[in-house]
C-alpha cells in the first residue's frame, strides 16, 4: 500500500532511501500544493471571507522556512524561528522591527493556532500598499490576505532555487537534516547503522 508524500508524489514514487534532490522535491512539492495553492486558489477561485482562512494555511510558513534554512532539529524556539521566517520571507523588514513582528507571532500566529482568530488589532484589509502595514503608535497590524499569500508564494520560489542549487552546500546541509528530522529519516539512518 502507498501513501501520500506530496501532492503529486507517493511512497512509490522513488526508491528508498530518498536523495537529497528527491527529498527537495517532495518539499516543494508539499509546500506548494498543501500550503501556498490552495491559498492561492481561494483568491482565484473569489472565495468569500477567505482572508482568515489564507492566514491559518501559510502562517505555519515561516516558523518552518526559518527552520528549515538553519537547520534547526528541536521543536522549541517557535518565536525566535517564526520571527527570523517573517525576516526571510520579507527581506526589506529588518530584524529591529521587534514590535511588528512581536504583533505576528502574538497576534496573528498564536491566535490563528490557539483561538481560530487573530487576536485584537489586527484588521484585513485589501485597500493598503503591500501585503501589510503597522501603526507603530496605536500597535494596529494591517494584512492583504492575497498580497501577502503572494508575496509568500514569490520567496517560496527564491528558496526552491536556493536549495536546488548545488553550490549553496550549507543550506542544502540544513535542509536535509531538518527534512530527515521532520520525516523520521534520521531514526531509519541509526537504526541503519546499528
Do not use: C
Not at 526508491?15 to 527537495?24: A, G, Y
Not at 506548494?32 to 477561485?45: C, S, Y
Not at 468569500?48 to 492566514?55: E, K, N, T
Not at 526589506?92 to 482568530?117: C, K, M, W
Request: aromatic share 14%; charged share 25%; net charge negative.
Amino acid at each position: 500500500m502507498s501513501w501520500a508524500i506530496s501532492p503529486i508524489h507517493n511512497s512509490d514514487t522513488f526508491p528508498v532511501p530518498l536523495t537529497l534532490d528527491q527529498k527537495i522535491k517532495v518539499f516543494i512539492a508539499r509546500v506548494k500544493g498543501w500550503q501556498i495553492q490552495p491559498a492561492l486558489d481561494m483568491k482565484e477561485h473569489n472565495i468569500p471571507h477567505r482572508g482568515f482562512a489564507q492566514l491559518a494555511i501559510v502562517t505555519s510558513y515561516f516558523e518552518m522556512i526559518a527552520k528549515y534554512r538553519e537547520g534547526y532539529l528541536g521543536e522549541w524556539k517557535s518565536s525566535n524561528y517564526f520571527k527570523q521566517g517573517m525576516i526571510y520571507t520579507f527581506p526589506e523588514l529588518p530584524a529591529s522591527e521587534q514590535d511588528l513582528l512581536d504583533a505576528f507571532y502574538t497576534r496573528v500566529r498564536n491566535g490563528l493556532y490557539h483561538l481560530g482568530i487573530t487576536r485584537l488589532k489586527v484588521a484585513l484589509f485589501d485597500g493598503i500598499p503591500g501585503s501589510f502595514g503597522f501603526h507603530q503608535d496605536i500597535g494596529e497590524l494591517v494584512i492583504s490576505p492575497d498580497r501577502f499569500v503572494e508575496d509568500i508564494a514569490i520567496q517560496f520560489e527564491l528558496f526552491a532555487k536556493e536549495l536546488q542549487d548545488f553550490k549553496n552546500i550549507e543550506l542544502r546541509r540544513n535542509f536535509e537534516a531538518r527534512f530527515d528530522h521532520d520525516n523520521g529519516l534520521e531514526i531509519e539512518k541509526e537504526e541503519k547503522a546499528d
